[in-house]
């Protein structure tokens, strides 16, 4: 299916994908700063909300956490941890809210030459449930954590 | 797992829309008749009996029929809080880009 509202594309390529393509006047650069400089950042994401950015570790593995506070007196608090970052070009991150503890979301930003000037971003955002997450850990990890236990064992036979 | 799957397909064909959205979070605050719903969206009977079927084939919405008028309600519990997260991450995210072009739009020509 796809949407377009005002000067985006909404389409869901996969049943757990949302994925938005947009155009901005102003180059790759200017984008790229705005998505990761903290007195950047505070400026749009909260669309019009104040925004508190606790960490903006923008670094792979960094960890990044921020509180939105609406009007009514409510606040937000979103974070993850960021999976790749490769300057003006792509950049990656789990995002979870704190309301739905377990959902994780992968974003990742793409950011491309739209000539003129012009930058084409396009977001996408995988949905993965706490049972979609656990079913990775039964399945990829098993192996490992074998090993890592006997492992444990060896270091505990060793601290007798 | 698989039936999770389809099931979260149908919740994103039934999210995507800016109206079912809206349906899906008054319901989440009470219970409303289709024609509550429809005044509330000025819209005919017919068009929310559309978007009501669309959210009830996914599990989000629960309708039942007492005399002549139909209630509806959120869906089962888990996968109707789930459905309303995705409907506010992808909302939060349409207007962040709209945000952002303002932002861009507002501070060009500036150097830092």
Known sequence: MITTANRHTLTTPTDRTIRVEREFDAPRDRVWRAFTQPELIAQWWGRGNKLVIERMEVERGGHWRVVEHTPDGETHGFEGRFREVTPKDRISRTFEWDGMPGYTILETAEFFDAGEGRTRLVSTALFFSPEERDGMLHSGMEGGMAESYAALDRVLAGMR | ?112
Not at chain 2, 55 to 67: C, F, I, N, P
């Open chain 2, 1 to 112: 797992m698989v039936q999770y799957s389809s099931t979260l397909d149908s919740v994103f064909a039934a999210v995507a829309d800016p109206t079912r959205r809206g349906i899906l979070e008054r319901l989440g605050r009470r219970e409303a008749s289709i024609t509550e719903l429809a005044e509330a969206f000025d819209m005919t009977l017919t068009g929310m009996k559309k978007h009501v079927r669309v959210l009830e084939d996914a599990g989000l919405v629960q309708t039942k029929k007492v005399g002549r008028v139909r209630t509806c309600t959120l869906g089962p519990r888990r996968l109707a809080a789930e459905a309303a997260w995705i409907a506010n991450y992808q909302q939060m995210l349409e207007a962040q880009l709209d945000s952002l072009g303002e932002f861009l739009e507002r501070t060009k020509g500036d150097r830092p």
